[in-house]
């Protein structure tokens, strides 16, 4: 399936309230106003006007194109319209001569309706509408919904005058790097829906404490990493275009789980070995508010950008599972697994936030 000016219809830029009164005057000329976009694709040259099937515009109608002296320089047909919009396809010589702000109307006496062009070989066959966008985003996880702390392995004589073999190090709560996957539903001109899978990765971290303060050739070390699997589904919709750019607002829900994996391992002693493992899993349900920029390239590409903020509304399905191989003089300091957990403390954050960036292909 071909596509026509598919995604340009996403950018659709306010219009005065007076042009728009004119327009729909008892006996009004029929006026397009303007060229709005210019831009080629393999099928050729193309135009975007602004006026669409608000206006009584419809595939087949052809809008004429006015000159500096205001005579009429030639007309074409519009090959695709959405509310606001109308996409007219064009040859190349014609294209040479439009520029964008050029003033266009309909030819004299259409009606709107389909209607077939002078110059057939301007009739341009229209095709089916893209009903989504397919996208892929790179996600910079600048605050996550859930957090957890890094635990480290204390060295043999703080964990004796606490009794607990563990300390608490940083606080983990970001993911620089991030993929997602979506589609999103076009349900009309700047009304869609979308539906996002995300991966967005924990980094290790490393921290090494002394083990033995008699033996200085004896630390341990702990490692802590993680990943988060996020499912996202979003009502969007457009607050503010101009030219092909178009900003939209959303609000939906957040389903994530976030996994901490803990590994501790001493080094340099008689002991030398794995020391624990612990793996700590937390599901979190968010709502979530966005902006997303949305500029469309060309007729069936569009490039995006934004920001999004989660509000955690609750956690559930928290687990931990561990291996605890601990040295005789430290084994017997209470119950270590819950001393583990306790330390890394999943939780749900105060509020997530990530910015994204990607591409969509209309489909």
């Known amino acids: ?41 393999p099928d050729g040259p193309y135009v975007v006007v602004d006026r669409g099937s608000l206006s009584g515009i419809a595939v087949g109608t052809d809008v004429c194109f006015i000159g500096a002296d205001a005579k009429e320089l030639f007309c074409a047909p519009v090959v695709k319209t959405r509310g606001k919009v109308a996409a007219v396809r064009l040859t190349e010589d014609q294209y040479e001569v439009v520029a964008v702000k050029m003033a266009v109307r309909l030819r004299e006496g ?24 397919l996208g892929l ?16 392995f204390s060295a043999r004589s703080r964990a004796a005058q606490t009794g607990n073999p563990w300390s608490k190090g940083d606080l983990v709560q970001s993911s620089p790097i991030g993929i997602g996957l979506s589609w999103n539903m076009i349900l009309e001109d700047d009304v869609r829906v979308l539906l996002r899978g995300a991966w967005q990765q924990i980094p290790a971290v490393s921290t090494a404490v002394d083990y033995n303060p008699v033996d200085p050739a004896n630390y341990a070390e702990t490692t802590t990493s993680g990943y988060a699997m996020r ?10 275009a101009t030219g092909p750019v178009t900003l939209f607002a959303g ?23 794995q020391i624990a493992s612990l793996t700590s899993r937390l599901n979190v349900i968010a709502a979530s508010l966005s902006g997303i920029f949305s500029w469309a390239y060309g007729e069936a590409w569009e490039l995006q950008g934004g920001a999004r903020l989660a509000i955690p509304l609750t956690t559930f399905g928290a687990s931990a599972s561990g291996s605890y191989d601990l040295p005789d ?14 330390i890394v403390n999943h939780r749900k954050n105060s509020y997530g936030l990530e910015f994204l960036m990607g591409a969509a292909l209309a489909i």
């Open 137 to 152: 985003d790179y996600i910079y996880g600048y605050r996550l919904p859930v957090a957890f702390a890094t635990p480290l």
């Open 231 to 240: 499912l996202l589904g979003e009502y969007q919709s457009g607050v503010w």
């Open 1 to 41: 399936m071909r596509i026509h000016a598919a995604t340009i219809f996403e950018a659709i830029p306010a219009r005065l309230l007076w042009a728009w009164f004119l327009f729909n005057l008892p006996g009004a000329p029929a006026l397009a106003d303007e060229v709005i976009f210019r831009g080629e694709s």
């Open 110 to 133: 259409a009606s709107g309706g389909p209607a077939a062009s002078e110059n057939p070989s301007l009739a341009i066959e229209a095709t089916e509408e893209s009903t989504g966008m």
């Open 251 to 273: 609000v939906g829900l957040d389903l994530g789980r976030v996994q901490a994996t803990i590994s501790a391992k001493s080094y340099g002693g008689t002991d030398e070995g």
């Open 329 to 342: 003089d430290m084994a017997v300091m209470g119950s270590t697994d819950e001393d583990l957990k306790s």
